[in-house]
């Protein structure tokens, strides 16, 4: 069945250590993206991706990287984790042209990160 | 910011009750996105509405646009327990490249009580 998953579901670590999230879709959406959001907030857009080889930051400032090597694959990492970026990392694709200006998302389960 | 706001911030209702929740916005739109969460999960898509559209529905839930007073409004109709999540309205802000990518209000979250 085509998804989007992440992984891990939850992950708790030390201050300074380097993370990758996960996030693939089986769904060949050329678009995905990152969200963050805390709990009760709303999303803000991290990253997104156009395509293989594409990324670009997005509205709220982030100490994370992206990486858009496969179609499918489009992993978040943190090279040195804080507390500060504990939050909920929400992973998106969508699919239709760019100028249609108006295709659904489908969403991850998302990954719940603390840094202690 | 092309950020929608959801009104009202909380609402809490009994199972069979309609509900109704807002969404306002600042700038022309290309579309308007619904989208529902449940606690500690991603979410999901429930209805998109364009610019020349007025109303669209989707099972029990109905969805208004009004462009001239820049809002929409999402009726869920006989509500019930499983409905209970936060509802996010998503308005679509053109990026470089030419793509439209929504962003998100802080959402309504509802709570139907059996």
């Known amino acids: 069945e085509a998804d989007i998953y992440q992984t891990p579901r939850y992950l708790v670590i030390g201050t300074g250590k380097k993370i990758t999230l996960e996030c693939s879709q089986t769904m060949g959406h050329d678009k995905m993206y990152w969200y963050q959001q805390d709990p009760g907030m709303e999303l803000h857009l991290i990253h997104y991706s156009y395509g293989v080889n594409s990324t670009e930051k997005g509205d709220l400032s982030s100490e994370s990287t992206v990486s858009r090597i496969r179609t499918e694959h489009f992993p978040l990492t943190l090279e040195s984790a804080r507390p500060s970026h504990t939050s909920q990392y929400l992973c998106?694709?969508?699919?239709?042209?760019?100028?249609?200006?108006?295709?659904?998302?489908?969403f991850g389960s998302g990954t719940r990160l603390t840094v202690v | 910011s092309q950020q929608g706001e959801e009104d009202p911030q909380a609402l809490s209702i009994q199972e069979g009750e309609n509900a109704t929740m807002n969404c306002s916005y600042k700038t022309s739109i290309n579309n308007l996105q619904w989208y529902r969460q449940n606690s500690g999960r991603g979410l999901v898509h429930l209805i998109l509405?364009?610019?020349?559209?007025r109303e669209k529905h989707s099972g029990r839930l109905r969805v208004t646009l009004d462009t001239s007073k820049k809002s929409s409004s999402l009726l869920i109709t006989a509500s019930r327990a499983a409905d209970t999540a936060s509802y996010f309205c998503a308005t679509g802000g053109k990026r470089s490249g030419g793509s439209y990518i929504p962003t998100f209000g802080r959402g309504t979250s509802l709570i139907v009580h059996p």
């Open positions: 509405i364009r610019s020349n559209e």
């Open positions: 998106a694709s969508s699919g239709l042209g760019r100028l249609t200006g108006g295709e659904g998302y489908t």
